[in-house]
């Protein structure tokens, strides 16, 4: 399985309920029906704050799933399209700080030493 990794960062402007919200239930699947192959399924991790492990430079850790590496990149690739790019930085700006996402494409390894509830 391969996934994409993003550190995002909200805008100081708006609470973190709202980036949650719109988030979650704009931005999600509006970049989903964006793409020719959207994601299998995408994680949003939304830190903790204070959080005991360390600074809070990020306020979400997003897993975007991919069936193999091929689509992920082809998702990635997908911005390359200066339409496709105009229309996700226009949503992006309503909620995430210029600059601030960090995208990292990685093959997944577990270790697992039992199940986890669903």
Do not use: C, W
């Not at 989903?32 to 704050?49: D, Q, T, Y």
């Not at 105009?86 to 997944?108: C, H, M, N, T, W």
């Amino acid at each position: 399985m391969f996934k994409i990794v993003m550190l995002i960062k909200k805008r100081p402007d708006i609470t973190r309920e709202a980036f949650m919200d719109y988030y979650t239930n704009h931005h999600v699947p509006y970049i989903h029906k964006l793409l020719p192959k959207g994601a299998a399924m995408h994680r949003r991790n939304f830190v903790l704050a204070p959080s005991p492990l360390g600074p809070d430079d990020y306020d979400v850790i997003s897993e975007v799933f991919y069936e193999d590496r091929a689509t992920a990149e082809g998702a990635m690739q997908a911005f390359a399209d200066p339409e496709i790019k105009r229309l996700a930085q226009e949503d992006e700006d309503k909620f995430i700080l210029p600059g601030s996402i960090r995208r990292y494409i990685v093959e997944v390894h577990e270790t697992r030493y039992r199940p986890l509830p669903a």
